[in-house]
Every structure is written in C-alpha cells, then in structure tokens.
C-alpha cells in the first residue's frame, strides 16, 4: 500500500506531463521511501528503472545493460555494452518515438564505481538528451554526496536539474494514513518511535499495545529495529565507534560541543566535525533559539545539538543501557525499565507534532496570523535573571507573534500553564501576541475560564489536532 507523498507525485507529475527534457535530482536519508515514491510515480509510465550497485563499473555497467534489455522486452541474459556511452545511447534511441523515463537509483554508488559518469551525463545531456522528451531521476541516499556532488557548484550536473526534491520522514498527518483507524495517542507514540519513517511505520502492528510494539521491534535482539540506527551508522560513516558515542551523548542530554566533548573524551574541535557529519546525515540538527539573525548564528554560543531523528532518540537513550538484558531475553525487564521514562521522550516528539500542526495550519490560514517562521525559543529572563524556554514562538516581518507550550501528559493542563505562558510572553516586544496551549487530553475548568475571556488566547487538544 502506498500512502503519502501527494505533493511530491503531484509536482513529478507536472513536470511528466511537459514535453522536453525534465532531470529531477531525488535525495533522503535511508529508508525515507525514496524507491517507493519513484515505483508509484512510474507505474503507468514507460520508464527505465536502474540501481547503482556498490561494485565496480563493470558490474554496474552488466546490470545497466540488463535493465535496458528488459525494457526492450528481452529474455534471459542482455549483450552488455561497451561502454556507458553506449548504453546512453540506447537510451536516446528508446526516446525516439515516446517518452521515456530513465531512474538511476542509488546513484551515488554508479559515480563511486565510475568517477567519470557525472560528465559523461553533463555531456550527454548538453548535446543529445536536452532536445529529446526524456523524463531523468537521479536518485540517492547519500545527502552529501547529492548535494555537493550533483547540486553543487563545483558537479558537473551543476544547472541540469529541473527540480530537486528532498524527501522528509512523514508528518503525523501522513503517518495516519498508514493507521487510519489508530488511536491518535497510541500512533503519536509509534510516530516518536519510529520517526516518521515509512519502512519502520510498517513494522509496527495496528493489533498490538504500545508495550508489544516496543518489546517485538526494538527489544527482541532478533527484531528488524533492534540494531537499525547502529547499522545505517556502519553504511555511512568510518567511524562508528566514534559517531555512537557522539549521538549516545547528545541522547542523554549533551547538546552543548563542550559537553559532548567530555562526555566522549574527545577534542572539541574534532566534535564539530563530527556533528556537522552527522547533521549532513539528517540524523543531528543544530538549533538557535527563535529570532536569531542569520548573521547572529555563525558567532551564537546560544546553538545547541539535538537528536533530529526520533528513533535514533529512543533508541540511543534507552537501548544501549539495556543492552545485555535483551540479548539474554530479558526484554520484559528491560520494558519496564524504559516505561515510565515515555511521557518524558514524547514531549519533544509532541513539541515537533505540535510544529507540523501550526504549519499545516498556517498554509491552509487558519491561524489569526500568516507567520514567516517558528521554533523554540530559550534565554534569559531579565526579571529573575534565570535562564527560561518557550516551546514554541511563531512571528512575521511585521512583528506579531504567536507563543505556544506543548503538554504530553495524562492530567488535564491547568491554569498555571496558561498564566506561564502569558508571563514569558511578556519577555517579546509585538505588534501583536497571541497564546497557545496544546493538550494531550485537555484543560481544566479554570483554565477553560480564563481562556473564555481571551479572544487571544487559544486552547488545542490532540484529539482536535488530528481531527479534520
């Protein structure tokens, strides 16, 4: 079942559907559905479907030439060709008479096998293609590789694109999709767990509990998830020690160079390369508190490090440190270990749902203000000179902001969070503000009272986020 990804088909689709030449440059993490958008967009369409292999050029050059045969509607064993350049040129003589769809997936590995494929296409598309009705997807997981080596300035392919497009992890929106019928509080769960990745959405169970899912894919030592994060470490990098480390730091609460640098013994010089690695994975993100300039956050001691993917952080905060319990089947020990740290984890996740919610929101107008721009906020408070936190401040050129605190618990939000917030919304100059709370269950009568009285202030459940 293919579920999601409208946009993306949407905009693929117009690009089919003009005559000429189209090259989109397709790029995600691991995992991230790359493949399956590109099957379901060419399922009714004459295309050409080709995986790079980490092998040499030779192998590479086999396997090209059998998908071509194929295509061809051949039998058995394909003539391979001489070179790549015969073999682009197969390709345009299919192009003749129909349009044709040309997928090079996992490019990355092809350019690794052979050096020289990226100017061999530059050519090739300069001379020959850029005048034919052929529809070319460039298709990688290597994020670095993609936007240095076929984005960049300095690629050859530099110019050839005609669209790019970065695939995220799902929203929660998209993740529904998956579980219709799910109750929202338990699908916000396996969202955190699996961090909006379709292949791990599809590993969870519609049938199972919460405490079932967790013990069968990720504290099962023969489960798909139990070692997942540690081997898509291994594919990438060539330091895995060092890397697990690094993320096991900035899990369990390092998000500062200097603490991750003690936390794993290592320079913090050599951290920051580290991190900017792992954020070139999309695994790290560094944040600024909102409202810092573009020209403030190069020199902005106020950055600090988090984990941007949610299964790397779970996984990293609670499966190392129960480790040899699940490999001695232990798991049910272990669960129960982990359990009562939940609320805890889901709160950022709740932070992040809260986030898609507001932009989701804003695209369609239904908030009392279009913004330019959201996030977390953090600093000092003049007024008690402590250091204090917004969940989420959302704001515009024309200075109205909107201020937001999220709450992943059982207990209904009480009156005291409204009145926080209206007090640390106090600490912004704006043209206008308005004040957003969102529940996980609900709101007291107190606080239902006061926000009565309050056309400024808007009270929001999950329930209702979910609802549409």
């Known amino acids: 079942m293919f579920v999601g990804r409208r946009s993306e088909l949407a905009m693929m689709q117009r690009r089919y559907r003009r005559h000429g030449y189209e090259c989109v440059v397709l790029y995600g993490r691991r995992r991230v559905g790359k493949t399956a958008l590109i099957r379901e967009f060419i399922r009714d369409k004459a295309a050409i479907f080709f995986t790079g292999m980490e092998t040499t050029a030779q192998e590479n050059l086999d396997s090209f030439s059998q998908c071509i045969y194929d295509f061809q509607g051949g039998h058995g064993t394909a003539p391979v060709y001489p070179d790549f350049q015969a073999a682009f ?10 349009k044709l769809v040309l997928v090079i997936d996992e490019f990355p590995y092809l350019a690794k096998s052979y050096p020289g494929i990226s100017s061999l296409l530059q050519v090739q598309i300069d001379h020959v293609w850029k005048d034919r ?45 998956f579980f219709p019928d799910m109750e929202p509080e338990k699908l916000a769960v396996l969202y955190g767990l699996t961090g909006g990745i379709p292949l791990y959405l599809g590993q969870m169970s519609r049938d199972a509990t919460i405490d079932e899912d967790v013990m069968e894919n990720f504290l099962d030592p023969m489960a798909y998830l139990f070692e997942e994060p540690s081997n898509l470490l291994k594919q990438e990098v060539r330091e895995p020690a060092t890397y697990n480390a690094i993320i096991q730091a900035v899990a369990t609460g390092s998000t500062k160079v200097s603490q991750i640098a003690t936390k794993t013994g290592l320079e913090a010089s050599a951290c920051v390369v580290y991190l900017k690695n792992l954020i070139g994975l999309g695994i790290i993100k560094k944040e600024y508190p909102f409202g810092e300039s573009h020209s403030r956050k190069s020199h902005s001691r106020k950055s600090i490090y988090l984990l941007k993917d949610s299964l790397f952080r779970f996984w990293y905060r609670f499966i190392p440190t129960h480790y040899s319990q699940i490999q001695n089947g232990m798991a049910e020990v272990a669960w129960q270990r982990i359990k009562p740290h ?45 250091q204090t936190e917004l969940d989420i401040v959302a704001g515009n050129v024309e200075g109205e902001r909107l201020f937001g605190e999220c709450k992943w618990r059982n207990e209904l939000v009480d009156q005291d969070v409204l009145e926080l917030l209206l007090y640390r ?41 979910m609802h549409r």
Not at 89 to 98: H, Y
Not at 147 to 162: A, M, Y
Not at 347 to 374: H, K, S, T, Y
């Open 425 to 465: 919304g106090g600490l912004f100059q704006a043209s206008r503000k308005e004040y957003m709370i969102f529940a996980k269950r609900g709101f007291s009568e107190r606080c239902l009272r006061e926000a009565a009285g309050n056309e400024h202030i808007h009270l929001v459940t999950f329930a209702q986020m």
């Open 342 to 386: 939940l609320p805890d984890f889901m709160g950022q996740v709740f932070e992040d749902i809260c986030l898609q919610w507001l932009w989701r929101e804003n695209a369609d107008g239904r908030l009392p203000f279009v913004f330019d721009d959201a996030g977390r906020w953090w600093g000092g408070d003049p007024r008690t000179h402590k």
């Open 133 to 177: 009705d052929i529809y070319l997807i460039l298709c990688g997981s290597s994020m670095s590789f993609m936007e240095k080596q076929v984005l960049g300035h300095q690629s050859p392919l530099f110019g050839r694109r005609t669209a790019q497009l970065k695939l995220q992890p799902f929203t929660i929106f998209e993740a529904q999709e």
């Open 89 to 98: 040129d197969a390709v345009t003589g299919l192009a003749e008479t129909r």
